[in-house]
């Protein structure tokens, strides 16, 4: 089956940029969508088909895809913007969804 | 503004079953793939299942494979999920969402409903 590997934490200062992977074999071939999720909240779509944003997230928020890492950035980090951080696929040769473990997105 | 509510959660011992709802407001329930996802207590999130717009075709995470049944009523804008002989690790939130197309995202996603395992 598919697997996406994220890192668990990533801490960033303030106003800076926090850049959140998410690794997968080939998966620059695949869609890759992330999700925001804050403690007790169910999760938010915010970044969709690799870079897309829907209608009310920030465009802080941006999103690559190549190769075996996605990326997700978020600049100009905000106190609001910490949470954890998904990431997710469509397995085509299983028809199952993937997603990564979460990364904890901490702002200090 | 759609918004997706689970109902069904709660405690059932090891072994038992449950049934899980999830209930679209809005009025184009029928063109979308729908899926539970869950997160167990303090862990990511995990897959579940997901239903094609007709109910023809469903999928199943090989933990819940033959223990879990999924189905759609697209006149009451529905989503139910059986689940039977349920362990410890179905121990989680269980959240239903939907997505437009095979390979898009979860765009709306319910508030969850919590299922507890324990005897």
């Known amino acids: 089956s598919y697997v996406l590997t994220q890192p668990p934490s990533v801490s960033v200062a303030p106003g800076k940029t926090a850049t959140l992977t998410c690794g997968g074999d080939n998966i620059g071939r695949k869609s890759v969508h992330w999700y925001q999720q804050k403690p007790g909240q169910a999760p938010v779509l915010v970044i969709y088909?690799?870079?897309d944003r829907p209608s009310g997230i920030p465009e802080r928020f941006s999103g690559s895809n190549s190769g075996n890492t996605a990326t997700l950035t978020i600049s100009r980090v905000e106190a609001g913007d910490e949470a954890d951080y998904y990431c997710?696929?469509?397995?085509?040769?299983?028809?199952?969804?993937?997603f990564g473990g979460g990364t904890k997105l901490t702002v200090l | 503004q759609v918004q997706l509510v689970e109902s069904g959660g709660g405690l059932v011992k090891p072994g038992g079953s449950l049934r899980l709802s999830c209930e679209d407001s809005?009025?184009?329930?029928?063109?979308?793939?729908m899926s539970w996802i869950r997160q167990a207590p303090g862990k990511g999130l995990e897959w579940v299942s997901i239903i094609s717009t007709s109910g023809s075709t469903r999928y199943y995470a090989d933990s819940v494979r033959g223990r879990f049944t999924l189905s759609r009523d697209n006149a009451k804008n529905s989503l139910y999920l059986q689940m039977d002989s349920l362990r410890a690790e179905d121990t989680a939130v269980y959240y239903c969402?939907?997505?437009?197309?095979?390979?898009?995202?979860?765009?709306?996603w319910g508030q969850g409903t919590v299922v507890t395992v324990a005897s």
């Open positions: 969402a939907r997505t437009k197309l095979v390979d898009d995202a979860f765009d709306i």
């Open positions: 997710q696929v469509w397995d085509s040769t299983s028809d199952h969804r993937v």
């Open positions: 088909f690799d870079s």
């Open positions: 809005g009025v184009t329930f029928s063109d979308y793939y």
